[in-house]
C-alpha cells in the first residue's frame, strides 16, 4: 500500500463547477495534511494545509480532513480553467517528519 | 517575492559530468532542507534531508555517493549529481522549512537533462 493515496485522474469538470480531489494515507499517525497545485514543468505551489478534523476554507478552496478515515480532500468552488494543473496531496508526520506526495490529481477545467 | 532560490533553473551536460545545484533560503534560516526528484507524469519523491552542519539523510534507494549534498550554511544547501547518466535525468526540487512554523517553501526546480 502506498504511503498516499491519490487518483492520477485526469478529472474534468466544467468552468464554474465544483472540482472534488481526494487523498488517502496510510500512516495513522500523520499530523498535518498539504494541498499543492503543479503546473506542468513548474515547482509544486501550497494552496491550503489542514490539521485538525473538519473543514477549513480559504476562499475557493476547501480543505476535508477525517483522520479516522484517513482521508483528506480539497474542494475547488466555480472551477476556472486557469485551475487546470495536477493537484497533489502531502502528508506529514507520523513516523517520520518527512513530507510525504501522493501521485497527483490531474484536473482539467474545461472552458 | 521568492523565499527559495534554485540555480540553474535547466542544465543540459553530457554523459559522466557532475552538474551542481544551489538551494538558497532568501528570508530565513534554514536548518534544514530536502531534496525532491520528479520524473516526468510522477511525484514528487524525496531523496534526502539536508541538515546544516551535519550529514545529509539519505532515502532507501539513493546513493549517497553519487548525490553529494553539502548544507554548510543556514541558508544554502547544495545537490551534485556526480558521473551524471541519461537516467539522472530529472525535475530536482529543494525545498526549505521554516524553523519556527515548519511552513515548507519550495525552490522553482532544476531540470536536468544528460545527454
Known amino acids: 500500500q502506498k504511503e498516499v493515496e491519490q487518483n492520477s485522474g485526469p478529472l474534468s469538470v466544467p468552468e464554474g463547477a465544483i472540482a472534488s480531489l481526494n487523498c488517502t494515507y496510510s500512516?495513522?499517525?500523520?499530523?498535518?495534511f498539504f494541498w499543492y497545485r503543479q503546473y506542468s514543468g513548474k515547482s509544486p505551489e501550497l494552496i491550503m494545509f489542514?490539521?485538525?478534523?473538519g473543514d477549513k476554507e480559504d476562499g475557493r478552496f476547501t480543505a476535508q480532513l477525517n483522520k479516522a478515515s484517513q482521508y483528506v480532500s480539497l474542494l475547488i468552488r466555480d472551477s476556472q480553467p486557469s485551475d487546470s494543473a495536477t493537484y497533489l496531496c502531502?502528508?506529514?508526520?507520523?513516523?517520520?517528519?518527512?513530507?510525504?506526495f501522493g501521485t497527483g490529481t490531474l484536473l482539467a477545467v474545461q472552458p | 517575492g521568492a523565499v527559495v532560490s534554485q540555480h540553474p533553473s535547466w542544465v543540459i551536460c553530457k554523459s559522466g559530468t557532475s552538474v551542481k545545484i544551489e538551494c538558497r533560503s532568501l528570508?530565513?534560516?534554514?536548518?534544514?532542507m530536502f531534496w525532491y526528484r520528479q520524473f516526468p507524469k510522477q511525484s514528487l519523491m524525496l531523496m534526502a534531508t539536508s541538515n546544516e552542519g551535519s550529514k545529509a539523510t539519505y532515502e532507501q534507494g539513493v546513493e549517497k555517493d553519487k548525490f553529494l549534498i553539502n548544507h554548510a550554511s543556514l541558508t544554502l544547501s547544495t545537490l551534485t549529481v556526480t558521473s551524471a547518466h541519461p537516467e539522472d535525468s530529472s525535475f530536482y526540487i529543494c525545498?526549505?522549512?521554516?524553523?519556527?512554523?515548519?511552513?515548507?517553501?519550495f525552490g522553482e526546480g532544476s531540470r536536468l537533462t544528460v545527454l
Open positions: 502531502a502528508v506529514m508526520g507520523g513516523a517520520t517528519n518527512k513530507l510525504i
Open positions: 489542514i490539521y485538525s478534523n
Open positions: 500512516d495513522r499517525g500523520s499530523q498535518s
Open positions: 525545498s526549505i522549512r521554516q524553523d519556527n512554523t515548519g511552513e515548507l517553501f
Open positions: 528570508d530565513f534560516q534554514a536548518t534544514t
